[in-house]
């Protein structure tokens, strides 16, 4: 087990960096991908909700760190994000899972999940709950989710880590 926490690292690590220095360039307006959420379903859906929760809680919290962002709302946001995905978590269908069309469903819930959480405390809250809904949550959500199928698509099988 702490063997599959250090690999999570080593991933997480430069995926973070990337997250925050090239993503950016890549967004449309306000709305961006989230590359940490798309290796956090994956390997929740490898290794289960327990280690999808706690990933999230290590990888939100050093995204906190190395951000500056208020400390503890993306570590709030991504361990909600794992736990919700590690719902999907069936030791039979892991490589169905992982590389079909429930990889971008699971996909879509967890991050919709995530930026709701994140949007919820990080936004002014007189902007109102739909602005909220749709506007931090659902786009979002829906550019992740097209991440998802692009990977599908280019990365047919992918084999378990």
Known sequence: MKRDYILLLIIFIPT????????????????SPDLLILLLVYFTLLKGQLFGT????????????VSGNVLGITMF??????FVAGYFYNENKIESNTSSISFAIIVFISAFVDSFFYGLFIDNQSLGFLYIIFEKSLFPAIYNTILALLLIIVLPKRSSL
Request: aromatic share 8%.
């Open 54 to 65: 706690i990933a999230g809680a290590i990888v939100g919290l050093i995204f906190d760190l």
């Open 77 to 82: 946001s991504k361990t909600i994000a794992g």
């Open 16 to 31: 973070i960096i990337l997250q925050l220095a090239v993503v950016p360039l890549v967004s449309f307006g306000a709305f």
